[in-house]
């Protein structure tokens, strides 16, 4: 099946996000979409250890679709393209940071948190650690008939293989105490500043980190403060519980943001926890993991080489089949 770019969705330090869907020749049926991040194939090692990481990753629910990947000329420059599941519903930033200002309940928390969760497990379980969990990261899928959307984890370019986090360190900044970090310093665990440490505990601490801004509509720490500062306060302090929440999500956010990250509960656990158990939304939950989704979508993939002037794919060392049907 062959596709074309619509429309430039985002930019960002990897390349360009940019809306797909099908040519008409090779799809007429109702319209589907895809997001293709693309990138100057010079430029592209981030996105294609992406790639091979959402490949390893196939198989839940809660962790974005890899499509296919390709590798086409545009401008004149050969152009690493990675095709995505399309988020229409954007991320879960714009559902906490919503234009009315609205707060997030509790149970609707709850179930969000149960698919970060869910995901967090799945990743844990095959090997690897996210390392950059955040709203931003988080996509946002819309369904018909229910008021709560899916939400899945994506956004793999920073992800670590659990093997390779024992003996990972970030070097120490030269004009700091603290070890530099991988992802977003606002969402990192207190081990990653002080001890370069990045294990699976980290995730849950940005969890955790999500929690609060779910339930708040505020982040955990204040974001005026200057890097130094900020790095002070999260290595040091201990972080503020929300106090007008119920006493099962104060616990669960102590059990997610417990600073020694050998006493912080693994995503098993606070999947047993009673914040999630119970909440309202419990029977989607059982049913979410009793019915998996089939997913539908378009295995195999080229860009048009009208639209792209495309290059073959079978000389670029890609995975996967792809054909021009």
Request: charged share 20%.
């Amino acid at each position: 099946m062959m596709w074309k770019k619509l429309k430039v969705l985002g930019a960002g330090s990897y390349g360009t996000v940019s809306l797909a869907t099908p040519l008409p020749q090779y799809y007429s049926g109702t319209a589907i979409y895809g997001a293709v991040k693309s990138a100057e194939v010079a430029h592209s090692s981030s996105l294609r250890v992406e790639g091979k990481i959402l490949d390893e990753l196939k198989g839940s629910d809660y962790v974005v679709e890899c499509i296919g990947e390709d590798v086409s000329i545009e401008n004149d420059k050969h152009t690493y393209n990675l095709m995505l599941e399309y988020a229409a519903g954007g991320t879960l930033h714009d559902l906490i940071h919503n234009p009315l200002n609205l707060i997030m309940g509790e149970s609707e928390a709850a179930y969000y948190s149960f698919q970060i969760l869910t995901g967090i497990s799945h990743i844990h379980r095959n090997g690897y650690i996210h390392c950059d969990l955040k709203p931003a990261n988080i996509l946002v899928f819309p369904r018909a008939q229910i008021d709560v959307p899916d939400l899945k984890l994506a956004d793999f370019g920073l992800s670590l293989r659990t093997a390779e986090s024992l003996t990972y360190r970030a070097e120490r900044s030269k004009n700091s105490s603290y070890h530099s970090h991988r992802g977003t310093l606002i969402y990192a665990a207190p081990e990653c500043l002080v001890y370069g440490i990045h294990g699976t505990a980290v995730d849950i601490w940005a969890l955790g980190c999500i929690v609060v801004e779910m339930l708040t509509g505020k982040r955990l720490w204040p974001v005026h403060k200057n890097k130094d500062e900020l790095m002070f306060m999260i290595a040091h302090q201990k972080p503020e519980i929300p106090k007008n929440i119920s006493d099962e999500a104060k616990d669960f956010l102590t059990k997610c943001l417990e600073k020694d990250n050998c006493l912080r509960y693994s995503a098993n656990l606070l999947l047993d926890h009673p914040f999630i158990k119970n909440s309202c939304y419990k029977k989607l939950m059982e049913d979410r993991l009793m019915y998996p989704y089939v997913r539908l979508g378009c295995r195999d993939w080229v860009s048009s080489e009208h639209l792209f002037s495309t290059i073959s794919p079978c000389d670029c060392n890609l995975r996967g089949s792809m054909s021009a049907m």
